[in-house]
T-cell receptor
Framework: GENVEQHPSTLSVQEGDSAVIKCTYSDSASNYFPWYKQELGKRPQLIIDIRSNVGEKKDQRIAVTLNKTAKHFSLHITETQPEDSAVYFCAALYYGGSQGNLIFGKGTKLSVKP | NAGVTQTPKFQVLKTGQSMTLQCAQDMNHEYMSWYRQDPGMGLRLIHYSVGAGITDQGEVPNGYNVSRSTTEDFPLRLLSAAPSQTSVYFC???????????????????FGPGTRLTVT
């Protein structure tokens, strides 16, 4: 079945620095890759996603890149702020039969120090 | 819109007890799903449904049952709780889109607030 590996599991940066989180997936048929942010005690919320027909997508300080050949995608956060501190999950859409379902990575806990 | 709602927020069960976690959405989404979240394990899919009367298993279905009698509701049942089922449970919903002739795809998942379950 599909597997999504996410690294690192924890990441600590200084405010203003950039943060990069990387994920790899195993199913070459996957064509949708979202990133979710989960603040402490809250529900996961979608922050950005990318589909396989594009290589990069940006939304203000966050960007996602996709390398289909290597089967990996990354989240880039620039000019980090303390409110970026959270757990970030990557996911890949996996087609097991006729229905696609999201398979999640294990998460990265990002800490931004003021 | 209330979005996706879950009850209860917290629950403590003894081993062997049964209970139902409730999930409802008011966005008319066809796709609904249940995930469990354990420390260091991410979100793992338990069961999902693509419409009323249609359910299927995810990655970790053992010990859980679901049903979907209406578009709005998707309850998760634990028939005989075990300590290994201690976890945070999230329900999610999504509209289905059809990028091709045979496959409906659920893209953005809208998550409920979660239920923290402890089994002693």
């Amino acid at each position: 079945g599909e597997n999504v590996e996410q690294h690192p599991s924890t990441l600590s940066v200084q405010e203003g620095d950039s943060a990069v989180i990387k994920c790899t997936y195993s199913d070459s048929a996957s064509n949708y890759f979202p990133w979710y942010k989960q603040e402490l005690g809250k529900r996961p919320q979608l922050i950005i996603d990318i589909r396989s027909n594009v290589g990069e997508k940006k939304d203000q300080r966050i960007a996602v890149t996709l390398n289909k050949t290597a089967k990996h995608f990354s989240l880039h956060i620039t000019e980090t702020q303390p409110e970026d501190s959270a757990v970030y999950f990557c996911a890949a859409l996996y087609y097991g039969g006729s229905q696609g379902n999201l398979i999640f990575g294990k998460g990265t806990k990002l800490s931004v120090k003021p | 819109n209330a979005g996706v709602t879950q009850t209860p927020k917290f629950q403590v069960l003894k081993t062997g007890q049964s209970m139902t976690l409730q999930c409802a959405q008011d966005m008319n989404h066809e796709y609904m799903s249940w995930y469990r979240q354990d420390p260091g394990m991410g979100l793992r899919l338990i069961h999902y449904s693509v419409g009323a009367g249609i359910t299927d298993q995810g990655e970790v279905p053992n010990g859980y049952n679901v049903s979907r009698s209406t578009t709005e509701d998707f309850p998760l049942r634990l028939l005989s709780a075990a300590p290994s089922q201690t976890s945070v449970y999230f329900c999610a919903s999504s509209p289905l889109t059809s990028p091709g002739p045979f496959t409906d795809v659920a893209y953005e998942q809208y998550f409920g607030p979660g239920t923290r379950l402890t089994v002693t």
